[in-house]
């Protein structure tokens, strides 16, 4: 018997807790919490574990799925290529490049092979019919920093170990662990706050396991928390505590337009729609002014919701007006290790962030971050024109239970010409592709949370080698995108990954060492690129030298030479459990990259909604409205399949309040129908008073009952997709991000009651 333990970082969530898996004769025997990982202490929650069944699933694809005759058959990797080949050529041939739509999916956010190869593939299909799951989650937060703070990733994070209050909205992070603020064990973390005497105030429709945790639960009604923190501001400046702190004198513009603007929300305007009284909302604003170190933060519950950017930007203009912005216990700014935007560029200035340099073909929709919104793929598919799309490539998504209008979305995929899906599962989605390229598990790459440490609560590097060794004649899942993206080019069916890997690589150097302000401007790039892929560098290809790359020329990084001390790919491997480099430190003004210098409280397209907002004012507060939920066992719509994730009781049940319920005349467990504009579910109902009247709450991701799918266990435990309900016409108007959170909804019973 041999065993060994291999080291590291979970790629399932944001937390990326560090695993310590024992492997006995090249199998998984278990898995663990790593007590030496640098950030996570031992810490992980119950999916950590899974993956290892994740690993196991005979489900899993492991060989590339060719649909012929409407059933998916395994195929050798040549086969698959050469019906790929054929397919998107056909497709560019007759119809050009703008008919192949991508969507990118969020496993691909912790994941090294999709962060440092999509681009690359978008790059190569070269069309602008890019959609993502960014647009059903954090989009209007990054806009908002984007106005703001000059970037999209110039997202202030609580500082949650060091702050005395938090005012927390739409977040859950005692089953999600945590989201746009990477750090694990948040519920740790939370506890640690209110033990060491600090408050914790949670606004949320559910009395979430978050909520029941806090000193204090804010029943908001849905989609009004933008009301609530242009109340809070206003509530700030009515007093005359508006205060940005010292530290910040001198760099923040637009304090009074801000004060101008939302002067109309006063806590007695907004109180009747919002639900929650003006005393209390004036009182917790008052107290985040009082408070020494004090920290907002919103999360999905903020985002996906009609006003997602403009409370996005509320949020930090409360932090802002607090005094609670760049300070220590505040929101602060992460500084990523691996080179990120906010560490790039010239220093405290910048070209600012534009949306629209595009529009959607069919109703002219601007663009955000490079991409449109999810919600308006599907008429992009069936509206016929020239620029219809008329194939797509899907990488790591499940948008037929992910976006809105799922049901739409469903028979658009299967109207196409032609689809291929990356996928590690035959699902809802992929089931429409006439290829499958399947990514191998996990334990065969390696890992390095090139995204979500651009959240990070602290400045911590984690690398993780593959667990096993690639089966041979198995492509990694980067060989799989960059071939794709070679194919996407007409190089043909037997294109050589390899290739693009070192066109890619080179073209980054140039444009490194062509930058001035970079730490190797200047330098040969020759030399770069040799010192990088040399054996004494342990020959990296692929996404590891490009982690190598991105490492050394960031803050901590050994500037190929520079800072001999500083980081290295090759140190990182020497140092299993992680670097840390320490807490979070203010960054203000140097983090800035707006073309003023200065944080731009009151952008333009901010203000510009404020009349939107004041409507707002007359919505209906009787309306009946459905919000999502996660749960800890769960992860959007694909650890299903997981047995032990999904054992016990149903997860898919509608919440609702026992006094709705008694009106609507619906019984605990009973079938109830949901109804929307664009859809109608029947689920379990969950009588319960954890939820506020008049909201109704169900989870995201199920509906696994389709056919021609390949998820057994997901299969017997299909529950139904909430976003059947979620409408495509719904959407934030400046970022493009779906609502799925305060959809109007008729709840009833199905079967009569005595
Ligand atoms: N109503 C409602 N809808 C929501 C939400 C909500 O709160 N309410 N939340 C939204 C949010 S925040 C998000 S991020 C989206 C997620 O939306 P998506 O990203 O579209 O959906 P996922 O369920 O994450 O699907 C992930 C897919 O990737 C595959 N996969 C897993 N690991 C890998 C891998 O390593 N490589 C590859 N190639 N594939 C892999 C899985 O099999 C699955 O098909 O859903 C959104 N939808
Ligand atoms: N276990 C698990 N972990 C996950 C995921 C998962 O699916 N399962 N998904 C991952 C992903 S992709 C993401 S983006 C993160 C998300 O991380 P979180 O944002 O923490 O996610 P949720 O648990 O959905 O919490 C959102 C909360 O907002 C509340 N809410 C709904 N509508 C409103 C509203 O209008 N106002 C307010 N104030 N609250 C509202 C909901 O009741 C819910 O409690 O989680 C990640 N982690
Ligand atoms: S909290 Fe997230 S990263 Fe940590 S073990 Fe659970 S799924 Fe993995
Ligand atoms: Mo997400």
Same mark, same amino acid.
């Not at 932090?319 to 609670?324: E, F, Y």
């Given at each position: 018997m041999t065993e060994r333990i291999a080291i590291r970082t979970c790629p399932l969530c944001e937390a990326g807790c560090g695993l310590e898996i024992t492997v006995r004769d090249e199998t998984v025997a278990r898995i663990r919490g790593d007590m030496n990982d640098v950030f996570s202490k031992g810490y992980i929650c119950p999916k950590g574990s899974t993956l290892k069944q994740l690993h196991e699933d005979p489900d899993r694809l492991r060989q590339p799925m060719v649909k012929r005759n409407g059933t998916h058959v395994a195929v050798t990797w040549d086969e698959a290529w050469a019906e790929v080949d054929r397919g998107l050529s056909a497709v560019i041939?007759?119809?050009? #490049?703008? +008919?192949?739509?991508?969507?990118l999916g969020n496993p691909g956010a912790h994941n090294l092979s999709a962060m440092t190869f999509n681009r690359v593939l978008l790059t190569a299909i070269g069309s602008r019919q890019r959609f993502s799951a960014s647009s059903v989650d954090q989009v209007p937060k990054q806009v908002s920093a984007g106005f703001m703070f000059g970037t999209a990733v110039s997202v202030p994070v609580p500082d949650l170990d060091r702050t005395d209050m938090l005012l927390m909205l739409g977040a859950n992070p005692y089953a999600s662990n945590g989201s746009l603020a990477t750090a694990p064990d948040w519920p740790g973390r939370l506890e640690a706050i209110r033990a060491r005497g600090g408050r914790i105030i949670v606004v949320d429709p559910r009395r979430s396991r978050t909520a029941e945790s806090a000193d204090e639960w804010l029943p908001i009604r849905p989609g009004t928390d933008a009301l609530?923190? *242009? *109340?809070m501001v206003q509530a700030v400046f009515a007093a005359g505590r508006a205060d940005i702190g010292a530290h910040l004198a001198g760099h923040v513009n637009g304090m009074e337009e801000?004060?101008? /603007?939302?002067?109309?929300?006063? !806590?007695? /305007?907004?109180? #009747?729609?919002?639900?929650?009284?003006? /005393?209390?909302?004036?009182?917790?604003?008052?107290?985040l002014c009082a408070a020494e170190r004090a920290a907002v933060y919103g999360r999905i519950g903020t985002t996906t919701v009609s006003f997602g950017t403009t409370a996005s930007w509320l949020v930090d203009v409360l932090?802002?007006?607090?005094?609670?912005l760049d300070i220590v216990g505040g929101a602060m700014f992460p500084l990523p290790v691996a080179a990120s935007p906010t560490t790039r560029g010239k220093k405290g200035i910048g070209k600012g962030f534009k949306t629209g340099r595009g529009k959607t073909r069919v109703r002219g929709f601007p663009e955000a971050l490079g991409e449109y919104p999810a919600a308006l793929m599907a008429e992009e598919i069936t509206t016929p024109g020239n620029g219809q799309i008329r194939a797509m490539v899907v990488v790591g998504g499940n948008p037929v239970l +992910?976006? !809105?209008n799922s049901s739409q979305l469903d028979a658009a995929l299967d109207s196409l010409d032609f689809m291929v899906s990356v996928d590690i599962y035959l699902n809802e989605t992929s089931r429409h592709a006439d290829v499958i390229l399947p990514a191998p598990s996990h334990l065969y790459r390696s890992h390095y949370d090139l995204a979500l440490l651009n959240f990070g609560l602290r400045s911590v590097a984690n690398y993780s080698p593959p667990v096993f060794d690639l089966p041979a004649g198995t492509p990694d899942e980067w060989e799989i995108l960059a071939k794709l993206a070679a194919v996407a080019q007409g190089l043909g069916a037997d294109a050589d990954p390899a290739t693009v890997d070192e066109v890619t690589i080179r073209s980054l150097i140039e444009s490194t060492v062509r930058d001035e302000t970079c730490v190797i401007a200047g330098r040969n790039a020759d030399d770069i690129y040799d010192a990088l892929s040399g054996s004494d560098n342990g020959s990296l290809r692929g996404p590891d030298r490009m982690l190598d790359l991105f490492l050394r020329i960031g803050p901590f990084g050994d500037g190929f030479g520079v800072r001999p001390d500083g980081v290295t790919l090759k140190k990182l491997k020497q140092h299993p459990h992680g670097l840390d480099f320490g807490a979070l430190i203010p960054r203000? !003004?140097?983090?800035?990259?707006?073309p003023s210098g200065k944080i731009e409280l009151a952008p333009p397209e901010l203000l510009g909604d404020v009349p939107r907002l004041a409507a707002s004012l007359n919505g209906d507060p009787d309306a009946m409205l459905l919000v999502g939920r996660r749960h800890l066992r769960s992860n959007n719509s694909w650890m299903h399949n997981i047995r032990v994730l999904v054992k016990g009781k149903p997860r898919c049940t509608l919440q609702i309040h026992p006094d709705d319920a008694a009106r609507l005349g619906v019984t605990e467990g009973a079938p109830v129908r949901v109804t929307s504009r664009v859809g109608s579910v029947v689920a379990p109902a969950e009588i319960t008073d954890a939820i506020r009247p008049r909201v109704v709450s169900l989870p995201h991701g199920w509906g696994h009952d389709v056919q021609g799918t390949k998820q057994s266990v997901a299969h017997e435990h299909a529950g139904v997709n909430s976003n059947v309900l979620t409408d495509h016409e719904a959407i934030d108007p400046l970022s493009g991000n779906a609502v799925l959170n305060a959809i109007p909804v008729s709840v009833a019973a199905t079967v009569a009651t005595a």
């Open positions: 041939a007759t119809h050009g #490049r703008e +008919s192949i739509g991508t969507y609530l923190l *242009a *109340a801000v004060k101008v /603007a939302l002067a109309q929300f006063t !806590p007695e /305007a907004v109180e #009747r729609v919002v639900g929650i009284d003006a /005393a209390t909302i004036r009182r917790i604003a008052l107290e932090n802002t007006v607090t005094g609670n +992910s976006t !809105p203000v !003004p140097e983090v800035l990259r707006t």
